[in-house]
Structure formats: structure tokens, C-alpha cells
């Protein structure tokens, strides 16, 4: 069983700082991509920014140059380091983890259970 813990939410004010980290456990895989996906209030659930084992990164035009991820892939995890942070930000921050179990066989998507983060003075 695969499990997805996420934290580093919290309160902040606009212009600050928070880093969310999340951690896969569980059955023995092989990790394709790990990511961080948000849903706002009255929104769909977007892509913020996701990483490749292979070291590929993609993000969100409204986070880039604001946001960083990284991965240590000796630990499973990965990190959501967001700077500049604005109200639109404003979100339930989910981890997602694509992994395989069999080497060559199909990937499956995992979800954290998600973390508020709430930019606001």
C-alpha cells in the first residue's frame, strides 16, 4: 500500500514564504514523476509543478520564477519551495506521485490527502 504524506502548509501573508514537502511510502516502486497539483475555491485541480526521475521540470506559468520543486531521490520525497506568494495562491496544495511496480509495467497515479495553504494579510 501506497501512502503520500504531505506538510509545510499553513497561513502566510502576501509576499512570503512556505515550502511543502511530501513523502511516498509503501510497496516497493519505482518513482516516474512526482508533483504538486492545487485546487482553489470554485476551481479545477491544476498542475503547479512536477518533476521526472530523469530530472525534467515543469510549472505552472502563474508560479514560475516564484516556485521551485525538487526531489531527493534517495528519500522519496518532494518539495514545493513558494516564494513570493500572492492571494491567488490560495489553495489546497495536493502531492501526486506517478510510480511503477513492475519494472516495464503500467504507471499509477497517487494522491496525497492534501494541504491548505491560504496566502492572505
Known amino acids: 500500500q501506497v501512502q503520500l504524506v504531505e506538510s509545510g502548509g499553513g497561513l502566510v501573508q502576501p509576499g512570503g514564504s512556505l515550502r511543502l514537502s511530501c513523502e511516498a511510502s509503501g510497496s516497493s516502486f519505482s518513482i516516474n514523476a512526482m508533483g504538486w497539483y492545487r485546487q482553489g475555491p470554485g476551481k479545477e485541480r491544476e498542475l503547479v509543478a512536477s518533476l521526472t526521475s530523469g530530472g525534467r521540470s515543469s510549472y505552472a506559468d502563474s508560479v514560475k520564477g516564484r516556485f521551485t520543486i525538487s526531489r531527493d531521490n534517495a528519500k522519496n520525497t518532494v518539495d514545493l519551495q513558494m516564494n513570493s506568494l500572492k492571494p491567488e495562491d490560495t489553495a489546497v496544495y495536493y502531492c501526486?506521485?506517478?510510480?511503477?511496480?513492475?519494472?516495464?509495467?503500467?504507471?499509477?497515479?497517487?494522491w496525497g490527502q492534501g494541504t491548505q495553504v491560504t496566502v492572505s494579510s
Open positions: 501526486n506521485a506517478v510510480l511503477v511496480f513492475v519494472s516495464y509495467g503500467p504507471a499509477y497515479n497517487y
